[in-house]
């Protein structure tokens, strides 16, 4: 079983920064992708950010100059810099990873979420 646990979320108002923070745990043998996913009330959940274990990484338009995915292979960590924060990104944050078990099981995991909310 895979453990994904978000940090990082809180309330900030427009034009400001914040940083996100993800760390998996559990019996991994391999992790392919990490990505940011975001829900606004109302809203289906929207990709925001994905990074592959090669490096490869892909934005949705609407933060694409603002965001910015990386992460760390030996802890296990993903990360998601917000920066020029804008009402619209209020959201719920979740983390995403998939891969491969010790036991060669692939897996598909989600973090509990972490709120972040832009005020105007």
């Known amino acids: 079983q895979v453990q994904m646990v978000e940090s990082g979320g809180g309330l900030v108002q427009a034009g400001g920064s914040l940083r996100l923070s993800c760390a998996a745990s559990?019996?991994?043998?391999?992790?392919?992708?990490m990505g940011w996913y975001r829900q606004a009330p109302g809203n289906q959940r929207e990709l925001v950010a994905i990074?592959?274990?090669?490096?490869?990484?892909n934005y949705a338009d609407s933060v694409k100059g603002r965001f910015t995915i990386s992460r760390d292979n030996a802890k296990k960590m993903v990360y998601l810099q917000m920066n020029g924060l804008k009402p619209e990104d209020t959201a719920v944050y979740y983390c995403?990873?998939?891969?491969?078990?010790?036991?060669?099981?692939?897996?598909?995991?989600w973090g509990q979420g972490t709120q972040v909310t832009v005020s105007s």
């Open positions: 559990g019996i991994i043998f391999s992790i392919n992708t």
């Open positions: 995403n990873c998939g891969g491969l078990t010790s036991g060669w099981s692939s897996f598909d995991s």
């Open positions: 990074i592959t274990s090669r490096g490869s990484i």
